[in-house]
Structure formats: C-alpha cells, structure tokens
C-alpha cells in the first residue's frame, strides 16, 4: 500500500464516521432511516 492510497482509505472512513454521526443525530431528532438516505 502506497501513502496515496491510505489517505484515500483515511478520508473515506472519515466520511463513513460523518454519516454515522449524522444519522445518530437525526435518529435522536426525527427518528427516520437516515442510512437510507445518505448524507
């Protein structure tokens, strides 16, 4: 693996974790599937 492609695997898990955080939020708020409809 070549540092490029690490960084790539970094921001995606990164994103992943946003929309992990996100949905958590809107779960508590709204109470709707938020992973069915990706932020």
Same mark, same amino acid.
């Given at each position: 693996?070549? =540092? *490029?492609?690490?960084? $790539?695997?970094?921001? =995606? @898990?990164?994103?992943?974790? =946003? *929309?992990i955080?996100? $949905?958590?939020?809107? @779960?508590?708020?709204?109470?709707? &599937?938020?992973? &069915?409809?990706?932020?």
């Open positions: 693996m070549n =540092k *490029q492609h690490l960084e $790539t695997i970094t921001d =995606k @898990l990164a994103i992943s974790a =946003k *929309q955080e996100n $949905t958590a939020r809107l @779960l508590e708020e709204g109470g709707y &599937c938020a992973l &069915c409809f990706p932020i």
